[in-house]
């Protein structure tokens, strides 16, 4: 009788634990792209929402009411309540992005920077300003920073200049920052987005060259939100996602290293603001590091593979798996072990349920996992998501996947 009582408290234990990990709560809902169309994962419950493919770049709004995507060359949103479909922009709209702290829609068309508040009933665009390369909002939804394009001249470049952007047309721009004139160790003529730390310090993008040149290096730079104390810090590749501050602290995490193939010389390494010490390198030889995400201010998750030569067959290049890093203890551990023709991606940590997410892929088919925070009890959370096109092994699964996080 005590075998039988021992194992049966065994399987209960097992099946409360897999339900704890693999259940979905209503702090988190998953939009994604499956046969190209839009779908959601909400309370363990998958919905199509579309039926004519030719859907990318799913986006959630601050509040998860709102689900904007791109379907062929228009701007779309669909709101989770009404469950309406809306028609934004015909044209090809593009870098789009949901205000911080209410339902307005930022995007960009040829040059021009353009809202659409989805409180209001004809939800018409309203222009903000012209001449702009890129964009971000600031943290309190209330203005942009923004960036100029370079233009080439007689005398050689103009310098790409930074304003401050007020959502309120009755308030003037204001000049921010003139990034530096080209020489042999700096050339921008647009920027990426711009990131802005927990506290809102300080402001990280990348510094863009020209096209060619910015496929195999661009200079991520940091600049305090007073204008002072702008840093050169390093080259990477041009990939907004491999550049992110840290909850709570002003540490920045990212990909350094020149190149525009993914399997070589990509590194990880954290700068740790304020401070002028060179930065801390967590990558180790032989090795190359993607996609990753913080957990806290010294726990790292990072897709990880073996360092190697180009080979233009794919079965010949390696596939990644999932690596926890403790940037404090500076221990490292191998958090998964895919299949031998199977990859792991982009990971993300889902702070208040302490899970894990990943994507696996073989190249041809990707599923969502889910696990704990360590990544144990791991299992297909949504199978058969759309797998984005490589280039040079850089893969921007933003095109087919968006988590939002409900926080308290």
Not at 296 to 321: D, G, H, Q, V
Request: charged share 25%; with cysteine; proline share 4%.
């Amino acid at each position: 009788m005590k075998q039988w009582f021992l194992i049966i408290c065994i399987l209960l234990c097992v099946f409360v634990n897999e339900q704890d990990i693999h259940a979905e709560s209503s702090s988190f809902q998953v939009a994604f792209v499956r046969n190209g169309d839009l779908w959601t994962k909400i309370n363990r419950e998958e919905q199509q929402l579309t039926k004519d493919g030719a859907v990318t770049n799913p986006k959630w709004s601050f509040d998860g009411t709102w689900l904007a995507y791109k379907k062929k060359d228009e701007l779309w949103a669909y709101h989770m309540v009404t469950k309406k479909h809306f028609l934004l922009y015909k044209s090809s709209a593009s870098n789009y992005q949901w205000s911080p702290v209410g339902n307005v829609l930022a995007f960009q068309y040829d040059g021009t920077l353009n809202i659409i508040d989805m409180s209001s009933k004809n939800k018409s665009v309203s222009n903000i300003s012209v001449g702009i390369g890129n964009y971000s909002w600031s943290p309190d939804g209330k203005e942009f920073l923004a960036s100029s394009i370079a233009s080439i001249q007689p005398t050689g470049w103009t310098n790409v200049e930074l304003y401050k952007i007020p959502i309120d047309s009755k308030k003037k721009i204001e000049h921010f920052y003139t990034l530096p004139t080209q020489s042999k160790d700096f050339f921008a003529i647009q920027t990426s987005q711009f990131k802005y730390s927990e506290d809102g310090m300080w402001i990280a993008f990348l510094a863009i060259p020209t096209a060619s040149w910015s496929m195999d290096e661009n200079r991520l730079c940091i600049i305090r939100t007073d204008g002072t104390n702008f840093m050169n810090l390093d080259a990477m590749i041009l990939n907004d996602a491999w550049f992110k501050w840290a909850p709570t602290k002003n540490f920045l995490a990212y990909i350094s290293g020149e190149g525009r193939m993914a399997i070589e010389n990509k590194h990880l390494k954290v700068k740790v603001l304020p401070t002028m010490k060179s930065n801390s390198t967590y990558t180790p030889k032989g090795y190359v590091d993607w996609d990753f995400t913080w957990h806290n201010p010294s726990l790292i998750t990072i897709s990880r593979a073996k360092e190697s030569e180009w080979s233009n067959n794919p079965s010949k290049r390696p596939l990644p798996s999932l690596y926890q890093i403790d940037t404090k203890s500076m221990q490292q551990n191998k958090i998964t072990s895919p299949k031998s023709d199977y990859g792991d991606y982009r990971p993300e940590y889902i702070s208040k349920e302490r899970k894990l997410t990943w994507l696996r892929s073989n190249r041809q088919t990707t599923d969502m996992w889910l696990a704990n925070k360590e990544g144990k009890q791991a299992k297909i959370f949504i199978q058969q998501i759309d797998t984005v096109p490589d280039y040079y092994e850089k893969r921007n699964w933003d095109e087919v996947i968006d988590i939002f996080q409900k926080y308290d």
